[in-house]
Nanobody, 124 residues
Framework: QVQLVESGGGLVQAGGSLRLSCAASGRTGSRYAMGWFRQAPGKEREFVAA????????YYADSVKGRFTISRDNAKNTMYLQMNSLKPEDTAVYYCAARATVVATTKIYEYDYWGQGTQVTVSS
């Protein structure tokens, strides 16, 4: 079992930046690919970014490509999402997720563990 806790959300003006963190605990000795998803009010949860266990492979939704950067520090059991040039449409609850394999995926149903989420609000 792996527990995930997100942090770093908040209120920011359009064009600003935020850095989200996802701290993992529990069976962190195993190797996990991880990802970020988000859910805006009235919408389904959607893929944002994913990273392989090694960090060598990353994937991004088209809507965030070039603005967001996913990374991880396995020594700290922590994953990050650097969000730059934020837009009001980025407003959502952001969730981190992990899957018990080293290969990253964009598919929400392939993740085994989820955090509780952190709110990101971008004002215009």
């Amino acid at each position: 079992q792996v527990q995930l806790v997100e942090s770093g959300g908040g209120l920011v003006q359009a064009g600003g930046s935020l850095r989200l963190s996802c701290a993992a605990s529990g069976r962190t000795g195993s190797r996990y690919a991880m990802g970020w998803f988000r859910q805006a009010p009235g919408k389904e949860r959607e893929f944002v970014a994913a990273i392989a266990w090694s960090g060598s492979s990353t994937y991004y939704a088209d809507s965030v490509k070039g603005r967001f950067t996913i990374s991880r520090d396995n020594a700290k059991n922590t994953m990050y999402l650097q969000m730059n040039s934020l837009k009001p449409e980025d407003t959502a609850v952001y969730y981190c997720a992990a899957r018990a394999t080293v290969v990253a995926t964009t598919k929400i149903y392939e993740y085994d563990y989820w955090g509780q989420g952190t709110q990101v609000t971008v004002s215009s």
